[in-house]
C-alpha cells in the first residue's frame, strides 16, 4: 500500500479552518474579519490589509522544531519576508505570528521570538543576527531562495 500525502495536506487545511474559527471566536471584536490562505496561512484584516498574519505549522508523523535551520522557520520567512518587500509599510502595523506543534529550542533564533508574555529573554536583535548568520554560513541549497529573501530586506529590519 503507498502513503499518500493528501491525507497529511486535508489534516493540515482542516486545521487551519479549525483554527482560524477558534481565533474568530476568541476574537473580543465583533467586527474582526479574517481570512485563510489570502495574505497568510491566516490572517486577521483591517481594510483590506493584513493585520495579524499567521503561519500555522502541524505535524502528525513527526516532532517538528524550530532550530535555526529548521525548514518551517525559513519557509515563514520567506512567505513573511516577500511580503515586506512588496509592501514595506505592513511593519508599521501588521504582526507576523507562527503558531505550532514544533518545539523552537532554547538559544535558537525562535526561541529569542516568543512573546515576551511567555518569557522574559525576548531578544529581536539577537534572533536577526542569529538568523543573519545561518544565511551566511548554511550549505542548504533548498534554503537558498529563503536566504536570499530574508537578507534581500536588507539589516535595516533590525530592532
Known amino acids: 500500500m503507498t502513503s ?4 497529511e495536506q486535508m489534516l493540515g487545511y482542516l486545521y487551519q479552518v ?20 489570502r495574505f497568510d ?3 486577521f484584516v483591517a481594510a483590506d ?5 499567521i503561519q500555522l505549522k502541524h505535524h502528525i508523523k513527526t516532532q517538528g522544531n524550530l532550530s535555526d535551520a529548521s525548514t518551517d522557520l525559513w519557509r515563514t520567512i520567506k512567505v513573511w519576508a516577500d511580503l515586506v518587500a512588496s509592501n514595506t509599510d505592513c511593519l508599521r502595523h501588521t504582526k507576523f ?16 521570538l516568543r512573546s515576551s508574555s511567555q518569557l ?10 542569529i538568523l543573519k548568520e545561518v544565511t551566511k554560513t548554511s550549505d542548504n541549497k ?10 534581500n530586506l536588507g ?3 533590525a530592532r
Open 4 to 7: 499518500h500525502q493528501a491525507r
Open 18 to 37: 479549525r483554527y482560524a474559527l477558534l481565533l474568530l471566536l476568541q476574537n473580543d471584536d465583533e467586527q474582526a474579519q479574517i481570512s485563510i490562505e
Open 41 to 43: 496561512d491566516i490572517a
Open 49 to 53: 490589509n493584513p493585520q495579524t498574519m
Open 97 to 112: 505570528v507562527i503558531i505550532t506543534t514544533a518545539i523552537a529550542p532554547d538559544n535558537t533564533a525562535a526561541s529569542y
Open 120 to 129: 522574559s529573554n525576548r531578544n529581536t536583535t539577537l534572533a536577526f543576527n
Open 142 to 151: 533548498l534554503h537558498k531562495p529563503y536566504y536570499t529573501a530574508f537578507n
Open 155 to 157: 539589516d535595516g529590519l
